[in-house]
């Protein structure tokens, strides 16, 4: 599928970082962990940009995934962006014993150190959470990945927007609709202005859900529309969404298959066109 999508013209492949979701107790299911597909995906594609959407630093010791993070996008030659968020799903905290407390607070230690490292800083940070003494990475990175935060809440978008070059929102965060993407632009606007960033300086990245009209593998919901129908109709879906406010629209089609990016690799020649 990765390869396939490469071919037929997508600029971006996302990985979600997730261990487990249980539904309603008796349904359970969990991807292959994010960073070891994120790293076999480098080494077999050329071009496209990789990342994880978004990694979740409350998973982690932030040094020691700052780290990680450098390596692939070394692997990858610089095509990695470094999505970060502080977690939602506490499912998956629970069953695999991490902290669901403060959520907020650890991440902004974490993000601390993580950006500092991924610059190419020594950091040395004594903090309530986390903790460095004169941590370096080495081999020095080759460069600073691109950073983006994926939220939409305060006080992580506060600690994130003054460093990161990108936002992004998952379609449930705004309805998957333009009046929603708009709404929480100018959400995201007011918090890069209490700030001190320019919210023009600021790319937009929005996740868009797309059916394809194949059997669904995400349950439907009334609060949730997805973009379907004819190619021309999700051609125009996409756009609208673009120009609600989004830079980059990333795809969350349904289902995942090789033969529905195949078809959303034409209908973005329509876009594009």
């Known amino acids: 599928m990765a390869r396939t999508a490469e071919a037929v ?4 492949i996302w990985v979600g970082e997730h261990y487990l979701y249980r539904g309603d107790g008796r349904h359970e299911r969990g991807p292959w962990e994010a960073w070891s597909v994120l790293a076999g995906l480098a080494a077999i594609t050329q071009r496209v940009r990789l990342g994880p959407l978004v990694a979740c630093l409350n998973y982690h010791n932030p040094a020691v995934f700052a780290k990680t993070a450098v390596t692939v996008d070394e692997v990858s030659g610089g095509r990695l962006v470094l999505g970060v968020g502080a977690g939602w799903n506490r499912t998956e905290f629970d069953a695999f014993g991490i902290p669901f407390d403060h959520r907020a607070s650890r991440f902004e230690e974490s993000f601390e150190i993580v950006r500092r490292l991924v610059s190419g800083e020594r950091v040395t940070h004594q903090g309530r959470w986390h903790s460095t003494d004169d941590a ?3 081999p020095t990175p080759s460069r600073r990945p691109t950073l983006m935060v ?7 978008l506060a600690a994130a927007l003054p460093h990161v070059d990108a936002w992004n929102t998952w379609f449930s965060w705004y309805g998957n609709t333009p009046d929603g993407l708009r709404e929480k632009g100018s959400f995201v606007d007011g918090i890069c202005e209490r700030v001190g960033r320019d919210p023009a300086t600021l790319e937009r990245s929005a996740c868009v859900f797309v059916r394809t009209g194949e059997a669904s593998e995400r349950p439907v919901r009334d609060d949730l529309p997805p973009v379907q129908g004819s190619d021309e109709e999700i051609a125009d879906g996409i756009r609208s969404i673009a120009a609600a406010g989004a830079d980059e629209v990333i795809v969350v089609v349904d289902p995942i298959t090789e033969s529905s ?12 066109s």
């Open 136 to 138: 370096v990475l080495l």
């Open 9 to 12: 013209g997508f600029d971006s």
């Open 261 to 272: 990016i195949e078809r959303i690799g034409g209908v973005l020649e329509a876009v594009r």
């Open 150 to 156: 994926g939220s939409i809440g305060e006080r992580v």
